[in-house]
């Protein structure tokens, strides 16, 4: 397996997580009590983030690089995901939700560069 199948594969694995963080803060600026399968399942890949847990390399990879880059900690990750899932969404939520976004952003066009032979 060569570097571009790796990349890719840690590719397609952040751009799906981003969607989900963006749907997720779409609806809760549409209603911040808002429950949905949505937020449940962002809530539950949050909190298992927050643990040394997670499942694959990839999992890990990116639970790093969340942090690295959000400034978030490991509990602040589990508190943002257990709130998701207890529907107990407040302002601060969103602008936590907004950080990951940003952060997951600049890990895909890490990963994209890497992927073209280019190091950021």
């Not at 809760?28 to 449940?40: C, G, N, P, Q, V």
């Not at 529907?87 to 600049?106: C, F, G, P, V, W």
Request: no cysteine; hydrophobic share 35%.
């Amino acid at each position: 397996m060569n570097d571009i199948s790796l990349y890719a594969g840690l590719y397609e694995e952040i751009r799906e997580f981003a969607d989900l963080v963006d749907e997720v803060i779409v609806i809760l600026k549409e209603d911040s009590s808002a429950k949905s399968h949505y937020t449940e399942q962002l809530g539950r890949k949050l909190v298992s983030l927050g643990t040394d847990n997670t499942e694959g390399v990839t999992q890990l990879f990116i639970n790093q690089a969340i942090q690295r880059k959000s400034g978030l900690t490991k509990s602040r990750i589990q508190q943002l995901g257990s709130r998701l899932i207890e529907k107990k969404a407040t302002s601060e939520t969103i602008t936590d939700l907004e950080k990951l976004a940003i952060s997951i952003e600049q890990e895909r066009v890490s990963v994209m560069s890497r992927m073209r032979g280019k190091k950021i």
